[in-house]
């Protein structure tokens, strides 16, 4: 499958927050990542917070019956469908990140390999 990445950084209220996302013919999927700084990591024990959400263009079985979650997702710019989670994010997407951050191909690969899992086998 064949897919447009984008990467995009901004400073929100204070904190670095980095977002990668892939959109194919089935759908997209997107992975933040905010870094908080070493300051709110002695404070919380945490440093990095994320979430990694997929966007579907027709809904899964389990919401077969259920209106779109958005009517204009911000990423496929149609009516989707998404589901996300945060500890997958935590504990998957951001150590792989920390290996490399500055190396966003690399990111762009994760996301393909989760697009493909993901979406596989789904009619367009």
């Known amino acids: 499958m064949n897919y447009r990445y984008k990467y995009t950084y901004e400073r929100r209220f204070g904190s670095p927050l980095h977002i990668w ?12 990542i905010t870094d908080h700084d070493a300051e709110h990591e002695q404070k919380y024990g945490v440093r990095y917070s994320g979430g990694v959400e997929e966007h579907r263009r ?10 779109p979650d958005h009517d204009e997702c911000w990423l ?3 009516p989707c469908w998404c589901d996300g989670s945060s500890l997958y994010a ?5 150590p792989f990140w920390l290996v490399e951050p500055h190396n966003h191909d690399r990111m762009f690969d994760w996301l393909k390999a989760e697009m493909d899992a993901r979406f596989e086998g789904i009619e367009s």
Not at 21 to 32: D, E, F, M, N, Y
Not at 90 to 94: F, I, M, Q, V
């Open 21 to 32: 996302s892939a959109v194919g013919a089935k759908g997209g999927i997107h992975l933040h």
């Open 90 to 94: 935590t504990e998957t997407a951001l």
């Open 58 to 67: 027709s809904p899964p079985d389990y919401k077969r019956t259920d209106a």
């Open 76 to 78: 496929l710019k149609c």
